[in-house]
């Protein structure tokens, strides 16, 4: 497995931009793919974004597409998302996770879940109106 530390958080203004980052560390050598969730206080953890190894795939909630952008460099081992336009309802914990593949994001019905696999501590992002 890998361990994993998010970094970037902060508080911003609506309309502001905040750049998330998710550092690995551990078996990298290994392919995975990254994904980020949220959760806002009393709200079930929800899926914001996904990545592939290759970079060649990518997943959105339909909340964030347009806004967000999620990418990577494996020569750091690092994933980031770009959050721009942002809104007060963005305001959450954001986690990043590491699995085998961009799939197992989702679940047999097509919808978005967390995976099996690491996941970092969060960092805070907060929103201001």
């Known amino acids: 497995q890998v361990q994993l530390v998010e970094s970037g958080g902060g508080l911003v203004q609506a309309g502001g931009s905040l750049r998330l980052s998710c550092a690995a560390s551990?078996?990298?050598?290994?392919?995975?793919?990254t994904g980020w969730f949220r959760q806002a206080p009393g709200k079930e953890r929800e899926f914001v974004a996904a990545i592939s190894w290759s970079g060649g795939s990518t997943y959105y909630a339909d909340s964030v597409k347009g806004r967000f952008t999620i990418s990577r460099d494996n020569a750091k081992n690092t994933a980031y998302l770009q959050m721009n336009s942002l809104k007060p309802e963005d305001t959450a914990v954001y986690y990043c996770a590491a699995t085998g593949s961009i799939k197992l994001f989702t679940s047999a019905s097509g919808t978005f879940r967390p995976p099996s696999g690491s996941w970092g501590q969060g960092t805070q992002v907060t929103v201001s109106s």
């Open positions: 551990g078996r990298t050598s290994s392919s995975y793919a």
